[in-house]
Nanobody, 120 residues
Framework: VQLQASGGGAVQAGGSLRLACTVSGGTFGTYAMAWLRQAPGKQREFVLSITKFDETTYWLDSVKGRFTITRDNAKNTVYLQMNRLEPEDTAVYYC??????????????WGQGTLVTVSS
């Protein structure tokens, strides 16, 4: 199973980005998917996850109302729509897959990360 994350880049505060993570070699529709991020000098943290039944969990209060996770099973892709970005959102963003489908782990498969830089 391979996860390919894309869509990162540099944006000014208040702007938007959409990240995508495409899964190949597995059964995407049965997986829970998550986005995590790791800021410089900090530990990796969960941002949002979505179960195989489209149930969403926000792991960070700071992104509520600004970030949204969605999935397209026909394209084997999960998205992270990020609006009203803040400099504190600067991080490498990773996608991960939980084959059990319930967003409770284990998160067995990981993408390579995509860098998001938000300038003030």
């Amino acid at each position: 199973v391979q996860l390919q994350a894309s869509g990162g880049g540099a944006v000014q505060a208040g702007g938007s980005l959409r990240l995508a993570c495409t899964v190949s070699g597995g059964t995407f529709g049965t997986y829970a998917m998550a986005w995590l991020r790791q800021a410089p000098g900090k530990q990796r943290e969960f941002v949002l996850s979505i179960t195989k039944f489209d149930e969403t969990t926000y792991w960070l209060d700071s992104v509520k109302g600004r970030f949204t996770i969605t999935r397209d099973n026909a394209k084997n892709t999960v998205y992270l729509q990020m609006n009203r970005l803040e400099p504190e959102d600067t991080a490498v963003y990773y996608c991960a897959a939980d084959p059990m489908g319930w967003s409770t782990g284990p998160w067995e498969y990981w993408g390579q990360g995509t860098l998001v830089t938000v300038s003030s």
